[in-house]
């Protein structure tokens, strides 16, 4: 198991597989639901990855929705910006991957 999936389920966290709609030019990979604490990976976007690259596709959008899991129940800070928080996020992300 992947150390975001294990930090996942430590925080009972819910992993699901979804359709996130449409966003024309962007592309949603994830979303995080706090009401719900469930991470929503995008099914499209899943559904065009194979072997490893599809891994490591799920490892870092739970590891990025993480973060803002953690924003969430108050475990850090939540930043003022939105491009700021995204930012951290990703950082948080590869922090954690580079952990296994």
């Given amino acids: 198991m992947s150390a975001a999936r294990a930090l996942a389920r430590r925080y009972g966290v819910k992993i699901v597989f979804a359709d996130l709609g449409d966003w024309a030019a962007c592309e949603l990979f994830a979303e995080y639901d706090a009401r719900g604490r469930e991470v929503r990976l995008n099914r499209r976007v899943a559904g065009t990855l194979r072997g490893a690259e599809l891994r490591r ?3 870092r959008a739970i590891a990025h929705e993480l973060y803002h899991h953690r924003e969430a129940i108050g475990e850090i800070r939540r930043l003022e910006r939105r491009s700021e928080r995204e930012s951290a996020a990703d950082a948080y ?3 954690l991957l580079r952990a296994q």
């Fill in 93 to 95: 992300a590869e922090i």
């Fill in 57 to 59: 596709f799920v490892n």
